[in-house]
Nanobody, 125 residues
């Protein structure tokens, strides 16, 4: 049974930082490109960032570029999202997702086969 389990969410003040983790079981993470998406209340799910299986190609949505960093440790079967300089508009449930295409850091959710349950990130003073 494939599982992606996100952790590390919580409440943080504006300009603060959080590090999200996505631990995989039932699959070899190194055989997948990985991404983070988010969904704010009343909004559609949106792409945040993605990384290919080797880490050689990374893409970010414009609103997080320079503040967020995606990384992966295939030996630990884990993907990370370091979020710095957080803003209130970053408040959302954050989901990790796995794409069996190893060289695609795509922003299209239809390419992602497996999804986690999400972790809540709330940015508020």
């Amino acid at each position: 049974q494939v599982q992606l389990i996100e952790s590390g969410g919580g409440l943080v003040q504006p300009r603060g930082s959080l590090r999200l983790s996505c631990a995989a079981s039932g699959l070899t993470l190194g055989s997948y490109s990985m991404a983070w998406f988010r969904q704010a209340p009343g909004k559609e799910r949106e792409f945040v960032c993605a990384i290919t299986s080797s880490g050689g190609r990374i893409s970010y949505t414009d609103s997080v570029r320079g503040r967020f960093t995606i990384s992966r440790d295939n030996a630990k079967n884990t993907v990370y999202l370091q979020m710095n300089s957080l803003k209130t508009e970053d408040t959302a449930v954050y989901y990790c997702a796995a794409n069996p295409n190893t060289y695609q850091a795509t922003n299209l959710p239809t390419y992602y086969l497996y999804w986690g349950q999400g972790t809540q990130v709330t940015v508020s003073s």
